[in-house]
């Protein structure tokens, strides 16, 4: 087992304010080695060069390493509340839509070729989907020409579990084995605790798993908690970790967690979060 996990923090936490260099300082300032960049253009602009190629820079002269890039999840810069349109969904069963979403994820992709992030998480489908084959069609097709496109700029897409009937740990490996696409996982606790549980998850998508997204719920809701610190979370954090410390080097320990009025410093209590999860071990070794 490995002692201590690679240590990062999604930009998720901030999707609400303008994603700047100077966050990102914070972030190396707090001791995290990785970030993901969550594409939400009220926050990250994938569309905006200027904002863009100023992250580019810092990460150009910083230590702080771009591990991951979240994939647009919206169009518009309202978290969807433009419309129905907003929505980007590779499973969509609509050519003509379906199309929209794959050049709004082909101009967010771009960003790697001024931001060396190694990996691309994606989702199937939209939060509590129907299962339907003919969505995973969709997917497939939409994928195969992804794939290419990023592999051609060093980026592998993961495909991450979410609370829908077609993105369950066991649906996603059914998924990639059916269609033979070589696709990595990225291991979201928190969806897992919605869907068919974290350890059920975790050993169905197993070696395909290349990141995580760890955060906090109730069992129902995609509330993004904090790890110990928010009310209302129920994921067995030792339980979790004990999984997650199963698989040496296979993945980093990334939080993807929701901004809280009730936590006005965030970042230190990221470090809180991480140092308390790091000081998680099985119970015959906490009672030797």
């Known amino acids: 087992m490995v002692d201590?996990?690679?240590?990062g923090i999604s930009s998720h936490l901030i999707v609400n304010h303008r994603?700047?260099?100077?966050?990102?300082q914070k972030v190396q300032d707090t001791g995290l080695e990785l970030v993901e960049l969550f594409c939400a253009r009220q926050s990250l602009d994938y569309r905006n060069p200027r904002q863009v190629e100023e992250i580019a820079s810092w990460f150009r002269d910083h230590t702080l390493k771009p591990h991951s890039l979240h994939l647009p999840m919206f169009s518009d810069e309202e978290w969807g509340r433009s419309g129905a349109s907003a929505a980007i969904n590779i499973a969509e069963v609509d050519r003509v839509r379906r199309r929209t979403s794959v050049d709004e994820l082909k101009r967010a992709l771009e960003m790697a070729e001024s931001i060396p992030f190694r990996f691309a998480i994606q989702h199937i489908g939209v939060g509590r989907d129907p299962f339907d084959e003919r969505k995973y069609d969709a997917a497939f097709r939409v994928l195969e020409e992804l794939n290419v496109f990023a592999r051609d700029r060093g980026v592998e897409?993961?495909?991450e579990n979410i609370p829908n009937e077609l993105s369950s740990g066991e649906r996603l490996v059914r998924f990639v084995e059916e269609t033979h696409l070589r696709n990595g996982?990225?291991?979201?606790?928190?969806?897992?605790?919605?869907m068919e549980g974290v350890e059920a998850a975790f050993d169905a998508m197993g070696e395909r798993i290349r990141s995580t997204h760890v955060h906090d719920n109730d069992g129902e809701n995609d509330i993004h908690l904090f790890p110990y610190l928010a009310e209302g979370?129920?994921?067995?954090?030792?339980?979790?970790?004990?999984?997650?410390r199963s698989r040496e080097k296979q993945y980093p320990l990334l939080l993807e967690l929701r901004e809280a009025a009730d936590i006005p410093d965030p970042l230190d209590a990221v470090?809180?979060?991480?140092?308390r999860l790091e000081e998680e071990r099985p119970y015959e070794e906490n009672e030797r």
């Open 4 to 7: 201590t996990l690679i240590h």
């Open 19 to 24: 994603l700047t260099v100077s966050w990102l």
């Open 157 to 159: 897409i993961l495909l």
């Open 185 to 194: 996982f990225c291991f979201d606790t928190g969806h897992a605790h919605i």
């Open 233 to 244: 979370g129920t994921v067995d954090w030792r339980k979790t970790m004990k999984l997650l």
């Open 271 to 275: 470090r809180r979060v991480l140092d």
